[in-house]
Nanobody
């Protein structure tokens, strides 16, 4: 069984910073893409940032220049450094990872349980 666990969410004032972490555990042969999504009540889950196993990064336009995604392949972790936070960044943030559990099994996308980020004064 594979599990993703996020941490680092919380309440922050506008203009502040937070860093989210996500660690994958369980029976893992290989992790390819990893990423962060966010969701607010009543809206669809939105892509925030992704990073390939080779380190290629992609961001939604609204966070470019403010958020930085990174990963530690040895520790099976992905991070999201968020700066200059705005009230519209308030959401539940979810990490995901495309995981192959063994050399003979297909790659499957796994999701964490989410962590709340609230930007408010």
């Amino acid at each position: 069984q594979v599990q993703l666990v996020e941490s680092g969410g919380g309440l922050v004032q506008p203009g502040g910073s937070l860093t989210l972490s996500c660690v994958a555990s369980g029976s893992i042969f290989r992790i390819s893409g990893m990423g962060w999504y966010r969701q607010v009540p009543g809206k669809q889950r939105e892509l925030v940032a992704t990073i390939t196993s080779g380190g290629n990064k992609n961001y939604v336009d609204s966070v470019k220049g403010r958020f930085t995604i990174s990963r530690d392949n040895a520790k099976k972790m992905v991070f999201l450094q968020m700066t200059s936070l705005k009230p519209e960044d308030t959401a539940v943030y979810y990490c995901n990872a495309d995981i192959q559990r063994s050399v003979t099994t297909p790659t499957v996308r796994s999701w964490g349980q989410g962590t709340q980020v609230t930007v408010s004064s």
